[in-house]
């Protein structure tokens, strides 16, 4: 089992900027691939960010590109995702997965794991 562990959630202003974090434990050393979902009451799970933690490689959803960044930090077995010039239609619960699966898929179901989620309300 892998547990995932998220902070870094909050409220701010349009504009400004947030960083969450996902630190994995447990069997972490199985996972390769970490990404991040959010989830409002009115939409279904999307995906927002993924991440090959073996490479490096990275996968953005358009909504999101050139505002949001994901990173790894193996060492610390952590996940981050930065998230800059926030907007009110980024507002929902975050989620960090972890999967075994290298393909990376960008659908929910190809995760194995997940976390509690945190909030992230951005203000207009």
């Known amino acids: 089992q892998v547990q995932l562990l998220e902070s870094g959630g909050g409220s701010v202003q349009a504009g400004g900027s947030l960083r969450l974090s996902c630190k994995a434990s447990?069997?972490?050393?199985?996972?390769?691939?970490m990404g991040w979902f959010r989830q409002t009451p009115q939409k279904e799970r999307e995906g927002v960010a993924r991440?090959?933690?073996?490479?490096?490689?990275?996968y953005y959803a358009d909504s999101v590109k050139g505002r949001f960044t994901i990173s790894h930090d193996y060492a610390k077995n952590t996940v981050y995702l930065q998230m800059n010039s926030l907007k009110p239609e980024d507002t929902a619960v975050y989620y960090c997965?972890?999967?075994?699966?290298?393909?990376?898929?960008?659908?929910?179901?190809?995760?194995?794991?997940w976390g509690q989620g945190t909030q992230v309300t951005v203000s207009s």
């Open positions: 447990g069997y972490s050393y199985t996972v390769r691939c």
């Open positions: 991440i090959v933690t073996g490479e490096g490689i990275t």
């Open positions: 997965a972890a999967t075994v699966d290298s393909s990376c898929s960008a659908s929910p179901g190809a995760f194995n794991y």
